[in-house]
């Protein structure tokens, strides 16, 4: 009911390993819902390889960022395995859980954090795989990205105690925090810049006047003013 939400998406979100050949990565996955993940992400704009529509409910395909792909050797058309942290309890112990997918598609967004460790699939098969009954969450997007915590301190005092709301500005906290001290730098350069330019231009004034002293007092009795 925020009239800065422009669209919405359930997900679920979960951690794996990805084995093919001799390569391993870790990284997480995103069970999302190819007819409204356009709504809001962008990363439908900047698929190398494939689509975000070629992720099929119960075939098991799966979309690779471009640095993950590189990682493992592997390309559209291979095969990943994949392997969950939850096992499963059988009567020789806890095994992990395996599953293999097919790569349908491989997304480049030039930011490290996702080229290199996130992976898309449907978000049916991210239940069937991590055996849940819902989704972990929603996602939101704004009309307005800068009024995003705003939106989620609001959500935040509506919700359970126990839900988590998260705005893009914490979850790159640290590339804002850069930022931040970047801009306090340049401004202390640019102040230094700037009183060492005033300074050299008033000493420069003070000294030409010191300098002509003579000269000014020459013209003072010949009845010039101190104005002139």
Excluded at 118 to 129: F, G, T
Excluded at 206 to 224: E, F
């Amino acid at each position: 009911t925020d009239p800065h939400v422009k669209a919405a998406a359930p997900y679920v979100l979960g951690q794996a390993m990805f084995t093919a050949a001799d390569a391993n990565r870790c990284a997480l996955i995103r069970g999302i819902d190819p007819a409204r993940e356009d709504t809001v992400a962008d990363i439908g704009r900047h698929m190398r390889r494939g689509a975000l529509t070629d992720l099929k409910a119960g075939e098991f395909g799966i979309v690779l960022g471009g640095d993950l792909a590189r990682g493992l050797g592997v390309g559209q058309g291979d095969s990943v395995v994949v392997i969950t942290p939850q096992g499963t309890v059988t009567p020789a112990g806890t095994l992990p859980r395996l599953k293999s997918f097919k790569v349908v598609g491989i997304f480049e967004v030039g930011m490290y954090e996702f080229d290199s460790g996130l992976a898309l699939i449907h978000i049916e098969d991210a239940q069937r795989l991590y055996r849940l009954d819902g989704v972990s969450g929603v996602r939101l997007k704004l009309d307005d990205l800068f009024a995003a915590p705003l939106v989620a301190r609001d959500l935040w005092q509506k919700m359970p105690v126990s839900a988590e709301v998260r705005d893009w500005t914490r979850s790159h906290a640290n590339f804002f925090r850069a930022v931040q001290i970047e801009k306090r730098v340049m401004f202390i350069i640019l102040t230094l810049i700037v009183a060492v330019a005033a300074f050299n231009i008033v000493s420069a004034q003070v000294m030409v006047v010191t300098d002509k002293q003579a000269d000014i007092a020459i013209l003072r009795t010949l009845g010039a003013a101190p104005l002139s």
